[in-house]
């Protein structure tokens, strides 16, 4: 930490954030970023919320309508929070402390699932079934308190032109570790074929999880210059700012319903690691498989995406995400054997990946900093509806037994509106 003697002053206020210190810590912000990410992707992969929270939810016993929730629930939880947040947020001057100590709240569900389902999965499923539903529900709502804080200091420390590229770094350690933690989820699940194997899966989530904000811990951060907080443009507070915002600007309401229409492959998903194994009669390790598949997609994914984002901002990389999405609805549609639905699974990983990366970039290049608290929260605002609107359509396919082919062209029609509403969006003008 010898650069903090170097710090530049600003009116008087000595360590204070400059243009200079960002770019002298930019490669270590970078790495501790992508490290963190990278971690925190692996955790997600372990348990990866369509493919094995799914199959343990139905092994627990839980209904149609949970299941269809299961690959929801930890961003339903994040829909709920930044709300509550906005206006601390936007008075912050320094994000990482206050991220962090928030963030270990967030990491102690894992824990928790794993213990529930070695002591209750046999004797109390119903229990064990509470505990791994709520836990991604509760380490969303946890970690939504902090998301606008969360993507200030991404925007802090990482040069605009460095942005796409630096999450591309960070998504892409994420999923070449999930390509690794499905080869793990295969190998326990074939050694542990039942309770104990997925209690194991929890416990090696949590163990990533703080491997995870060690690596958030390292980032080299220092207040911003207190002249550089300025009023948002719309006053307010909770609900009443978030409508004012919606009602004033065009561009919110454009990005916001592309956001929505890009959670449409959720109406597929749910069912798509169950309806692979019942249409192929594959046993249970295939899941890891399938997170195998999912991950190398999303490491082939940033790989592209990472530097055409760089060049071409993140409204192509979501437009492009848009379509392969639509292709990879309409392929686990069209699947009838392992090695079909192995390429769909590995379509989702790249455009899923695509998206995040693409739709993140886009946010922090369409609007100002003093505007993107507010504009994070009502994005997780709204997505609640697409979310539960999403699962309803999930469950309603599969209990009026029209067949996952007929979620799959949902998804597609979704996908393809998303990808039109992306299209409609100015694009935003970059730095030289």
């Known amino acids: 930490m010898a650069e903090r003697a170097t710090a530049v002053t600003y009116e008087g206020e000595a360590a204070v954030w400059s243009d200079r210190l960002r770019d002298r810590w930019f490669r270590w912000n970078s790495l501790a970023l992508a490290l963190d990410g990278g971690f925190f992707g692996a955790a997600m992969s372990v348990v990866a919320a369509d493919s094995v929270q799914t199959t343990l939810v139905r092994s627990l016993g839980g209904p149609d309508w949970l299941v269809s929730l299961t690959p929801s629930l930890m961003m339903i939880g994040f829909v709920w929070s930044p709300i509550l947040t906005v ?106 074929p039942g309770f104990e194997g997925y209690a194991l899966l929890y416990l090696l989530q949590f163990c990533l999880l703080m491997a995870s904000f060690a690596a958030f811990a390292a980032i080299r951060e220092l207040p911003n210059p207190a002249a550089l907080h300025e009023e948002p443009s719309v006053q307010g507070n909770g609900w009443t700012r978030l409508l004012r915002l919606w009602r004033s600007s065009a561009l919110v309401r454009g990005f916001v319903r592309a956001r929505l229409l890009g959670l449409g492959l959720l109406v597929a998903t749910p069912f798509l690691a169950i309806h692979a194994r019942e249409s192929t009669g594959a046993s249970l390790d295939v899941v890891g498989g399938f997170v195998s598949a999912q991950m190398l ?27 392969l999405l639509c292709s990879a609805a309409v392929v686990a549609g069209l699947a009838v054997s392992v090695p079909a639905f192995l390429t769909a699974f590995a379509m989702i990983g790249a455009g899923n990946t695509l998206l995040m990366n693409g739709s993140n970039t886009l946010q922090l290049e369409l609007f100002p900093p003093k505007e993107r608290p507010a504009v994070f929260a009502l994005v997780s605002a709204v997505a609640l509806p697409g979310y539960l609107g999403a699962a309803g359509a999930a469950t309603l396919v599969r209990e009026l037994q029209l067949g996952f ?28």
């Not at 062209?409 to 992306?422: C, G, K």
Request: hydrophobic share 60%.
């Open 87 to 192: 206006r601390w947020v936007e008075r912050l001057r320094a994000y990482k402390r206050p991220v962090a100590l928030v963030s270990l709240g967030q990491r102690l569900p894992a824990l928790f699932a794993a213990l529930a389902l070695y002591l209750w999965a046999h004797s109390a499923p119903s229990i064990a079934l509470w505990f791994v539903a709520l836990a991604p529900l509760v380490s969303g709502f946890i970690g939504g308190l902090t998301l606008g804080a969360f993507w200030q200091l991404v925007a802090k420390v990482l040069p605009e032109r460095r942005r796409s590229s630096s999450l591309a770094l960070r998504n892409l350690i994420a999923t070449i570790l999930g390509f690794v933690s499905g080869l793990v989820v295969k190998a326990v699940l074939a050694r542990w």
């Open 297 to 323: 997609g999303a490491v082939l994914g940033n790989l592209i995406g990472g530097p055409f984002g760089d060049r071409k901002g993140g409204r192509a990389l979501s437009i492009l995400a848009c379509a």
């Open 405 to 432: 082919p007929v979620a799959a062209w949902m998804a597609a029609m979704l996908l393809a509106l998303a990808l039109l509403r992306y299209w409609l969006l100015p694009q935003p003008l970059r730095p030289g």
